[in-house]
T-cell receptor, first 113, second 113 residues
Framework: NAGVTQTPKFQVLKTGQSMTLQCAQD?????MSWYRQDPGMGLRLIHY???????DQGEVPNGYNVSRSTTEDFPLRLLSAAPSQTSVYFC????????????FGDGTRLSIL | GENVGLHLPTLSVQEGDNSIINCAYS??????FIWYKQESGKGPQFIID?????DKRQGQRVTVLLNKTVKHLSLQIAATQPGDSAVYFC????????????FGAGTRLAVHP
């Protein structure tokens, strides 16, 4: 098992550009989520999904869209990148949807100029 | 990411000593708590979790203690090793439902030989 795979690992964008961060898991996990991590801070939840076709907002959803067309994939879209979205983005998944340890990918480091 | 841990509280210990990392959580209704370890350039790695109906849970070289009266969580690492050096995050599930974790800011553990 590869676990949770995120691509790309690094990306630099210009303000206003769009981009999709990819996340895939091969563990047949129901629950998937996206977090952002800023210097000196813990992770903050952006969006999450409890199964294919079902998504919902987390703590900081503005500026981001998600979809879940398959169990395995949960892409995060930035429609019009802003410098405030410069961060490290982590995708996570868990087998259950309630009170289960989430397994994280190694992140995408995104810089918006 | 590379900038994780800037301006974080740091706990410095000698190799072989026991470490105790503390965390104050925010919501008295939280029912699930989890500790993660994050090494530089990596995603958070699950260490141990505990549900609110427990006060203590032990793993391999780690113990988590939960004090619901004062909303305090601690992670004890026995016989700390250089490989334990990392940033440690506690997280709580405040949603009483889906895995919507709220992360603390983290503590850096530095182990000296």
């Amino acid at each position: 098992n590869a676990g949770v795979t995120q691509t790309p690992k690094f990306q630099v964008l210009k303000t206003g550009q769009s981009m999709t961060l990819q996340c895939a898991q091969d563990m047949n996990h129901e629950y998937m989520s996206w977090y952002r991590q800023d210097p000196g801070m813990g992770l903050r939840l952006i969006h999450y999904s409890v199964g294919a076709g079902i998504t919902d907002q987390g703590e900081v959803p503005n500026g981001y869209n998600v979809s879940r067309s398959t169990t395995e994939d949960f892409p995060l879209r930035l429609l019009s990148a802003a410098p405030s979205q410069t961060s490290v983005y982590f995708c996570a998944s868990s087998y259950g949807t309630v009170n289960q340890p989430q397994h994280f990918g190694d992140g995408t480091r995104l810089s918006i100029l | 990411g590379e900038n994780v841990g800037l301006h974080l509280p740091t706990l410095s210990v000698q190799e072989g000593d026991n470490s105790i990392i503390n965390c104050a959580y925010s919501n008295s209704a939280s029912d699930y708590f989890i500790w993660y370890k994050q090494e530089s350039g990596k995603g958070p790695q699950f260490i141990i979790d505990i549900r609110s109906n427990m006060d203590k849970r032990q793993g391999q070289r780690v113990t988590v203690l939960l004090n619901k009266t004062v909303k305090h969580l601690s992670l004890q690492i026995a016989a700390t090793q250089p490989g334990d050096s990392a940033v440690y995050f506690c997280a709580e599930n405040t949603s009483l439902g889906y895995n919507k974790l709220i992360f603390g800011a983290g503590t850096r553990l530095a182990v000296h030989p």
